[in-house]
């Protein structure tokens, strides 16, 4: 795993979304039925080159993995105002864009990120969560999983452990069975101060 310890910290984050939908739209904020039907349209896209997985547990992963989070930024002080955050990426991600063939982008400056309502993960917080083992999926421990940080640690983190290497993998079969180390994920507890329209 390759490490890029002398790069620059990006000053943005990134939320990435398909382009026949709005950003910030969260299964977590469905009823299950609705998340559901909303997954299975997903999936049909893969025939059209989208590449996100759900698994039949995607969803109890997901809970358990928000749970973990939002209590874990409790702890560290944070004060959340929604039940599961909105996802951004620090800088971007080729690996993440590289999804589905019609991602959008909105990018945010870090700044502008509620500072009691923003933390984030190294990696993504389903790896950092490690719930992954529960579900059969590959897990290597780290010494910053199960870790959830305020924005101010940014800096020190990336100091101690440099950024993840990101790039667009030759092919996304399988991706969700490999180990997963491609990007800082940072969470937003609370409506991003952005206009979207």
Request: with cysteine.
């Amino acid at each position: 795993m390759t490490r890029d310890s002398e790069a620059r910290i990006p000053t943005f984050a990134t939320h990435y979304y398909l382009a026949d939908r709005e950003p910030f739209l969260s299964l977590s904020d469905l009823p299950v039925d609705e998340a559901t039907a909303v997954m299975a349209e997903l999936h049909a896209r893969r025939r059209n080159g989208y590449q996100r997985v759900f698994g039949r547990r995607y969803m109890e992963l997901r809970q358990l993995t928000e749970a973990r989070l939002r209590e874990l930024f409790v702890q560290a002080g944070g004060a959340p105002d929604r039940r599961a955050p909105h996802y951004f990426v620090l800088g971007t991600s080729a690996w993440y864009r590289a999804l589905a063939p019609d991602t959008r982008e909105v990018r945010i400056e870090l700044t502008e990120l509620p500072t009691g309502a923003a933390s984030f993960t190294y990696p993504d917080s389903f790896t950092a969560m490690a719930f992954a083992p529960r579900f059969g999926l590959p897990y290597e421990a780290r010494p910053y999983h199960e870790r959830v940080y305020r924005m101010h640690e940014l800096s020190d983190v990336v100091a101690e452990f440099g950024l993840p290497a990101d790039a667009p993998d030759a092919s996304y079969a399988g991706y969700q069975h490999r180990p997963f180390e491609r990007y800082i994920e940072i969470q937003c507890w609370a409506e991003p101060p952005l206009d979207h329209s």
